[in-house]
């Protein structure tokens, strides 16, 4: 098989890279418009160059379009029209409109479609997913350092958008909810009410720390995961509470769950490659997609504070 990677930069570049090492991928073909980033890819994963996007599609199977975010409808486009399989990085498209414009055009095609949102490959994702039961309260923070790599899109697109994904298409899967939200450029809260759990969710481009934290409180435990380091505790019930001389003192079961080093990135697109041979369904659909610009759209709607002034030094 042959796969194709459209744009080259830093996510671009890993594509490249995890398709070299995916059995079964027999070629890697890139196209940029950046010629001297083009050749510097070609040059380190031995990849093969092309002049154009027309031709890149002619000579591949499928591809990973790694595009800024205001080309990925034209590109996935010409794609699925070429009847080339394409999976879209985060976020699918720049709107919701152009989102389901996508969706309708791979329904009526029998290309294989599907979006990047890589952390519902995460294992602690995946862990969580199955070890909760009826969660009362779910919290989420993803903050980053100021970086230049990412100009197109703010910071509920660019980073809260994960979160989205996992909330609401892998945790709870409701489509009833009230959505609250407070929101800049480079800072977003969110709060949401579903049926019977509340989320919170926060991001940032403009923290000294980065941080990707995961706490999920549900009957009789509660879980926290750190979706860097793959790491997730299981805390239990006290088994007793006691008062000495005014001081409470708790005894906790604290558990750390086993989880299996991988790389989420290779987990996405070994997966995409399978659905592509017939081998299950590629898990985040364009419906997925499209949900979360949706949901990302409504974010943005609600308070937004103008007179934020953020400072992009380095941290």
């Known amino acids: 098989m042959k796969a194709g990677v459209i744009g080259v930069g830093v996510m671009g570049k890993n594509h490249v890279r995890v398709y070299t090492e995916i059995k079964g991928v027999d070629e890697v073909w890139v196209y940029d418009p950046d010629?001297?980033?083009?050749?510097?890819?070609?040059?380190?994963?031995?990849?093969?160059?092309?002049?154009s996007l027309p031709q890149l599609l002619n000579n591949v199977d499928f591809v990973s379009v790694c595009a800024p975010t205001k080309f990925h409808t034209e590109i996935a486009k010409e794609a699925i029209e070429k009847g080339v399989h394409c999976l879209v990085e985060k976020p699918l498209a720049s709107t919701y409109v152009e989102a389901l414009?996508?969706?309708?055009?791979?329904?009526n095609?029998?290309?294989i479609t599907g979006v990047g949102h890589i952390e519902r490959f995460n294992p602690v994702v995946q862990e969580i997913k199955r070890l909760i039961h009826s969660p009362k309260l779910i919290s989420i923070k993803r903050h980053n350092p100021t970086s230049s790599r990412i100009t197109d899109v703010d910071v509920v697109?660019?980073?809260?958008?994960h979160d989205i994904d996992i909330v609401w298409n892998s945790l709870l899967k409701e489509k009833e909810y009230t959505?609250?939200?407070?929101y800049a450029e480079d800072v977003a809260c969110v709060l949401s009410t579903f049926n019977h759990c509340i989320v919170s969710m926060s991001a940032s481009r403009?923290?000294?720390k980065k941080i990707r934290f995961i706490y999920v409180e549900d009957e009789g435990y509660t879980l926290e995961g750190d979706l860097m380091s793959h790491e997730l505790y299981i805390y239990r019930y006290p088994k007793r509470y006691e008062q000495i001389n005014a001081v409470y003192r708790q005894e906790n079961l604290i558990e750390k769950v086993l989880i299996g080093r991988v790389e989420p990135l290779k987990e996405e697109l070994r997966s995409f490659v399978n659905a592509i041979n017939g081998k299950g369904e590629f898990p985040v659909s364009f419906e997925d997609g499209a949900q979360n610009i949706k949901i990302a759209e409504e974010i943005k709607n609600g308070k937004k504070f103008e007179g934020i002034h953020t400072s992009h030094g380095n941290c």
């Open 109 to 111: 095609s029998d290309v």
């Open 35 to 51: 010629e001297e980033a083009m050749k510097e890819v070609m040059e380190q994963y031995d990849a093969q160059c092309t002049a």
């Open 101 to 107: 414009e996508l969706c309708e055009l791979a329904s």
């Open 206 to 208: 403009v923290a000294c």
């Open 157 to 161: 697109v660019d980073l809260m958008i």
């Open 179 to 182: 959505l609250y939200s407070i």
